[in-house]
């Protein structure tokens, strides 16, 4: 089954630290992959995506993200976290067929930057 | 400004009541989606639909339904045959050729079933 796990419910990180939020995938053949952030009762923005070149990629607000073929895996990192970096984000996978088109999200993890 | 736009943002419903949550978008998307939000389950697809007069069942459409009469409309009905209503539920419409899969997304509706 294709699918996208995120490992951590939430993730703590201090100000100014460099954080990083986990996402590992399965899908068959070659995957395109998302991130997106959500503020509260609000709706999803998108961050960056990956389909197909650099394994790192960078997106908005700072934010890339790192494709590991081997290992699966599709992380979102900063170098340094700002406190209104704290949200939900979600990563997704794109599923594709004859007759479907459509993206598979994570459970999504909370991020909480401290002061 | 071109986006998309839910409403009502919050609704109350009594068990037994069907309710429409609207969903219209000014981007000129062909693709639209709408998707379930419950705490830590993340977004699950209901219905979405690629073009108009078109779609297609996503992983919990049981209980909900959908029409997209209008490019720029796709509303949602959540039927009294849905046993567990109470939700965020969130628009969001995507381009197709390369813009595909990034999704813009409305603000949400929350429904409370009473």
């Known amino acids: 089954a294709q699918s996208v796990a995120q490992p951590e419910d939430q993730v703590n990180v201090a100000e100014g630290n460099p954080l990083t939020v986990k996402c590992t995938y399965s899908?068959?053949?070659?995957?395109?992959l998302f991130w997106y952030v959500q503020y509260p009762n609000r709706g999803l923005q998108f961050l960056l995506k990956y389909i197909t070149g650099d394994n790192l990629v960078k997106g908005s607000y700072g934010f890339e993200a790192e494709f590991n073929k081997s290992q699966t895996s599709f992380h979102l990192k900063k170098p340094s976290a700002l406190v209104s970096d704290s949200a939900l984000y979600f990563c997704?996978?794109?599923?594709?067929?004859?007759?479907?088109?459509?993206?598979?999200f994570g459970t999504g993890t909370r991020l909480q930057v401290f002061p | 400004d071109g986006g998309i736009t839910q409403s009502p943002k919050y609704l109350f419903r009594k068990e037994g009541q069907n309710v429409t949550l609207s969903c219209e978008q000014n981007?000129?998307?062909?693709?639209m989606y709408w998707y379930r939000q419950d705490p830590g389950q993340g977004l699950r697809l209901i219905y979405y639909s690629q073009i108009v007069n078109d779609f297609q069942k996503g992983d919990i459409a049981e209980g909900y339904s959908v029409s997209r009469e209008k490019k720029e409309s796709f509303p949602l009905t959540v039927t009294s045959a849905q046993k567990n209503p109470t939700a965020f539920y969130l628009c969001?419409?995507?381009?197709?050729?390369?813009?595909?899969?990034?999704?813009?997304f409305g603000a949400g509706s929350r429904l409370t079933v009473l």
């Open positions: 899908v068959s053949g070659n995957p395109y």
């Open positions: 997704a996978v794109r599923v594709e067929s004859y007759n479907t088109d459509k993206l598979i």
């Open positions: 969001a419409s995507s381009p197709r050729g390369p813009g595909a899969n990034v999704l813009t």
């Open positions: 981007l000129n998307h062909d693709a």
